[in-house]
C-alpha cells in the first residue's frame, strides 16, 4: 500500500481510523478542554509523514497506509479495531507444521484438505502450527469440513490457541473462494426466511440489539462478500464463516443452537482495496504445482523451456494462445482457478506460447447474429449467455457477426466448448472468413469484476466530480474539478450506471428536456426509465436513453461553467472528450 502522506489530521467524527477515546464510569464520553491525542507516522520508529489524530474514527478503509506505520500515543486511552481482513486471496498458501512453535514436519498447502489424516505420506493426526502465507482459510475441528471453524488469516499461528481453537484438533482446512467486495446479509429470527423479525447488516456489527434486533437466529441469507458470525457481543465465542448464499436453519452455518450475537465481514486490502489489478500465474504441473510464472502484462512469448500445465487467473480475464505473438488457438480465461489443461479449456497437447489480457470496457452486453453476409437476412439479437443456439431454438447459422456492446467469446460448438473467438465492439462482415465457420454454437459475454476509475477531461485537464456530501440529498451536483479532499472523483461502473464512490445508491442521470445543455446529475438509481451510460475506445461517454447525446461540460462565463451537461457530438467541442484513468 501507499504510504501515508494523504492522511488528514482528524477530528472528533471525521478521524477514520477507529480509535476511540475512553469513557466515564457513567459510559458518557468524557468532555475535556484537553482530549486525546495520538500521533500516526507513515514510517516505523516514529518517522516519516506524521498526522495527529484526536477523536474517534468510524471508518478507516480510505485510508492508505503502509505496512510499517508506528503510533505514539499523547493524552487519553484509544482502542484500534478492525475487521477480518485477506491482501492476497488470488495467492493460497499454508504452511502446515507438526508441533506447535513451527517445529516438526511441515508441508505446503494451496486447496481444500478434507482430511488431514489421509494426505499422502507420513500421516499428521493433527496441526501444530501454521502459517497462512496467502489467502482466507477456514480450520475444522474435524474431517470433513465439520466440528468447530476457526477463521485463518494471512499470519502465522504458534499453537492452537492463537487461532481460538477449543481443543488442540484441527483435521480439515478449506480456502474461501469468493468475492469479498460489498458485504451484505440478512439475518432472519424464522427459520427458513418465514416471516418475523430480520435485520440487514451491511457493516461490523458488534451487538445485533444495537439494530433494534435479537440473539434468536434462525436462517440467514448472505447477499455478497464473506461474513463471520459470533455467538457472543463484540466479535467473541463461537465463530461460523458465511459466504454468499442460504443457511435455512442454524445446522447449515455449523451451529447447535440459533444464538448470534455479533457478525462482522471479512475485506480485502491491499492492492484490490479500489486498484484493479489483472494477473495470472502459471505452474509448470497439475494442481498449482512445480514451477511457476506470474504476469500482469500481455506476454508474446513465454519463456521458451516452460509449458504450463495449470493456472491460476486472480484478477480480469485472460486470452491464451497456443502460438506466439497472440496467434493460434484462444482459451479464455475468467478468474478462477484451473488445476489441469482440460480446465483451461485445452487439449492434453496444447502448450500455451502467448497470452494477452482482455481489455476494460464500459458498456452492456449486446450482440447481433446476422444469417447474411453484410448485416443481412435474419438477426439475432442477444444481451446474456447462450450455451446452445440450437436448444433455445434459433439456427445457429451464422454469416455475419455485430458486437455492439460488451466483450463475447463466440464458441464452435453448445455448452462453450471448441474453438474460441473473443470479439470487443466490432462488425464482421463474414463470419466464415474470419472464423473458418458457417455457425456459432454458443457464446457469453465476458463479466467483469467492479473497477474504480477517474474521468478526466482531455481539454481542461480536470476530473469529473461530487463537490457536495449528498448522503441526505435528493439530487447531488456533478462538475469539473482538480483532484482535493473536499470532493469525491472516484467512479465505477455497474450494470450501465456511472455511480460515484460516495454515493452508491445514485448515478449519474440527465434531468430536465434532454436537448443541448441538460446538466448531468446524481440522481437516485431507482429512478425510471434507468439512465445508462456506454463509454467508447475514443473517449466519448453516450447517453444510452438519450440517442446522440455524450456527456460535455458547459463552459462559458456563468457560475455554472464547470457542471456536467449533456450535448450532441460536436468535433469543436473538445470537452467531449474523456480519459478514463483505472485506479
Known amino acids: 500500500m501507499a504510504g501515508a502522506t494523504d492522511v488528514p489530521s482528524c477530528s472528533k467524527h471525521s478521524c477514520p481510523l477507529g480509535c476511540s477515546q475512553q469513557e466515564d464510569k457513567e459510559g458518557f464520553e468524557k468532555i475535556n478542554t484537553r482530549p486525546g491525542k495520538i500521533i ?53 498458501q499454508v504452511l502446515i507444521y507438526e508441533a506447535a512453535g513451527f517445529q516438526g514436519r511441515s508441508f505446503a498447502i494451496s486447496r481444500d484438505i478434507y482430511d488431514l489424516k489421509r494426505l499422502p505420506g507420513p500421516a499428521l493426526s493433527t496441526v501444530g502450527s501454521l502459517h497462512v502465507l496467502g489467502g482466507c482459510w477456514v480450520g475444522y475441528e ?42 451484505a446479509l440478512v439475518l432472519f429470527e424464522a427459520m427458513d426466511f418465514e416471516e418475523g423479525p430480520s435485520v440487514e447488516v451491511s457493516e461490523a456489527l458488534p451487538d445485533t440489539q444495537l439494530a433494534g434486533y435479537g ?19 463484540n466479535f467473541s465465542g463461537e465463530q461460523y464463516i458465511l459466504e454468499k448464499g442460504v443457511y435455512r436453519n442454524c445446522e447449515d452455518w455449523g451451529a447447535t443452537d440459533c444464538r448470534i450475537a455479533s457478525a462482522q465481514p ?20 497439475p494442481d498449482f504445482l512445480g514451477d511457476h510464472v506470474a504476469f500482469e502484462e500481455d506476454q508474446d512469448a513465454l519463456p521458451g523451456a516452460f509449458i504450463p500445465r495449470s493456472c491460476r487467473v486472480r484478477g480480469g480475464s485472460w486470452i491464451l494462445f ?17 488445476p489441469t489443461l482440460s480446465a483451461m479449456g485445452c487439449l492434453s497437447s496444447t502448450t500455451i506460447r502467448s497470452l494477452k489480457k482482455v481489455p476494460v470496457f464500459f458498456s452492456e452486453p449486446s450482440i447481433f447474429l446476422h444469417g447474411l453476409e453484410c448485416f443481412e437476412g435474419k438477426e439475432i439479437e442477444l444481451n446474456s449467455e447462450v450455451r446452445s443456439l440450437q436448444a433455445e431454438g434459433f439456427n445457429n447459422h451464422v454469416l455475419s ?23 470487443d465492439c466490432t462488425e464482421i462482415t463474414n463470419w466464415l472468413t474470419y472464423s473458418g465457420l458457417q455457425h456459432v454454437g454458443s457464446l457469453y459475454p465476458i463479466r467483469q469484476r467492479r473497477i474504480y476509475f477517474r474521468i478526466r477531461s482531455r481539454e481542461l485537464e480536470l476530473y469529473l466530480s461530487v463537490p457536495d456530501d449528498v448522503e441526505d440529498m435528493k439530487a447531488g451536483r456533478v462538475v469539473v474539478s ?102
Open 40 to 92: 500516526l507516522f507513515s514510517e516505523a520508529g516514529f518517522a516519516g509523514q506524521k498526522r495527529e489524530i484526536w477523536g474517534d474514527v468510524p471508518d478507516a478503509t480510505s485510508w492508505e497506509l503502509s505496512h510499517t506505520i508506528s503510533i505514539r500515543p499523547h493524552r487519553g486511552s484509544f482502542s484500534f479495531q478492525g475487521c477480518p481482513v485477506v491482501e492476497r486471496p488470488g495467492e493460497p
Open 142 to 183: 474435524k474431517e470433513g469440513f465439520r466440528g468447530h471453524q476457526y477463521l485463518l488469516e494471512e499470519g502465522e499461528y504458534q499453537d492452537w490457541k492463537q487461532w481460538g481453537g477449543y481443543s488442540q484438533e484441527l483435521v480439515s482446512l478449506r480456502l474461501i473462494r469468493t468475492d469479498f467486495s460489498d458485504p
Open 215 to 233: 440473539t434468536v437466529t434462525q436462517s440467514i441469507h448472505v447477499l455478497s462478500g464473506v461474513w463471520v458470525a459470533y455467538k457472543g457481543t
Open 266 to 285: 471479512i475485506l480485502q486490502v491491499g492492492e484490490r482495496n479500489l486498484h484493479f489489478v489483472s494477473k495470472i500465474l502459471l505452474f509448470s504441473e
Open 322 to 338: 497456443d502460438g506466439q505473438d497472440f496467434a493460434g488457438d484462444q482459451h479464455v480465461l475468467s478468474e478462477g482457478e484451473y
Open 401 to 423: 457477426v455485430r458486437v455492439k456492446g460488451g466483450i463475447w467469446v463466440l464458441c464452435e460448438h453448445g455448452d462453450f466448448r471448441g474453438r474460441q473467438w473473443l470479439l
Open 482 to 583: 482538480s483532484l482535493s479532499e473536499q470532493s469525491s472523483s472516484v467512479w465505477y461502473y455497474e450494470d450501465g450506471l456511472i455511480k460515484n464512490q460516495v454515493a452508491p445508491n445514485m448515478s449519474l442521470q440527465v434531468i430536465g428536456p434532454a436537448g443541448k445543455g441538460a446538466k448531468a446529475v446524481l440522481w437516485s438509481e431507482t429512478r425510471m426509465p434507468r439512465q445508462t451510460w456506454s463509454i467508447d475506445s475514443q473517449g466519448r461517454i453516450h447517453s444510452q436513453m438519450f440517442e446522440d447525446m455524450i456527456l460535455d461540460i458547459k463552459g462559458g462565463r456563468s457560475y455554472d461553467r464547470d457542471h456536467a451537461i449533456v450535448w450532441d457530438v460536436a468535433e469543436e467541442r473538445p470537452t467531449q472528450i474523456w480519459d478514463v484513468q483505472v485506479l
